[in-house]
């Protein structure tokens, strides 16, 4: 059965430095999205993209987030300077399209900011 | 806001009882998603009812959906061990899903 795979599992980082969360969704996906779930709370979208742009994004996602695909496979997220706050789970998902059927949700990558 | 909010928070039931959560919300929908996740795991999709649809049914799960009331529920029946997870609503804006702060619930053997 198909799924969604992130990279790592598990991150572990200094505080102020950079990272990057890989995804690689189901392939005939089309819609990619970003959520995290910070420990004991809800889980929180991020952003949306398709057709290798942002739809969507909420404002959690400011200037220190970024995200790209840059090969016909992965998906990353990139935290540019990371801070106490962002530890959390990342989850990674995808559609074949948009919002009106389901999404594929990864295992999920625990970031700890140190 | 986007979110749904389910009812209640924790429920714990004993095995082969049936488990009923609700799920509120204040905007329009396109559909309405149910999802669970086991402990530190991922969101699986449990089932979608689109806006037009009143009830849905998938093995034990069952789920209707009230746009007048703008509420869902997820019923499970004959709840096994297995189903000890938090369960979402999801609301589906756009390109979206928003989650709520979801039901946990634990059944005992």
């Known amino acids: 059965e198909p799924e969604v795979t992130q990279t790592p599992s598990h991150q572990v980082t200094q505080m102020g430095q950079e990272v990057i969360l890989r995804c690689v969704p189901i392939s005939n996906h089309l819609y990619f999205y970003w959520y995290r779930q910070i420990l004991g709370q809800k889980v929180e979208f991020l952003v949306s993209?398709?057709?290798?742009?942002?739809?969507?994004k909420s404002e959690i996602f400011d200037d220190q987030f970024s995200v790209e695909r840059p090969d016909g496979s992965n998906f990353t997220l990139k935290i540019r300077s990371t801070k106490l706050e962002d530890s959390a789970m990342y989850f990674c998902?995808?559609?074949?399209?948009?919002?009106?059927?389901?999404?594929?949700f990864g295992q999920g990558t625990r970031l700890t900011v140190v | 806001s986007q979110q749904g909010e389910e009812d209640p928070q924790a429920l714990s039931i004993q095995e082969g009882e049936n488990a009923t959560m609700n799920c509120s919300y204040k905007?329009?929908?396109?559909?309405l998603q149910w999802y669970r996740q086991n402990s530190g795991r991922g969101l699986v999709h449990l089932i979608l009812?689109?806006?037009?649809?009143r009830e849905k049914h998938s093995g034990r799960l069952r789920v209707t959906l009230d746009t007048s009331k703008k509420s869902s529920s997820l019923l499970i029946t004959a709840s096994r061990a297995a189903d000890t997870a938090s369960y979402f609503c999801?609301?589906?804006?756009?390109?979206?899903?928003?989650f709520g702060a979801g039901t946990t619930v634990t059944v005992r053997a």
């Open positions: 009812i689109r806006s037009n649809e």
């Open positions: 998902a995808s559609s074949d399209a948009e919002g009106s059927t389901e999404a594929f």
């Open positions: 905007t329009s929908i396109n559909n």
């Open positions: 993209f398709y057709n290798n742009e942002i739809s969507e």
């Open positions: 999801a609301l589906v804006t756009h390109y979206k899903l928003s």
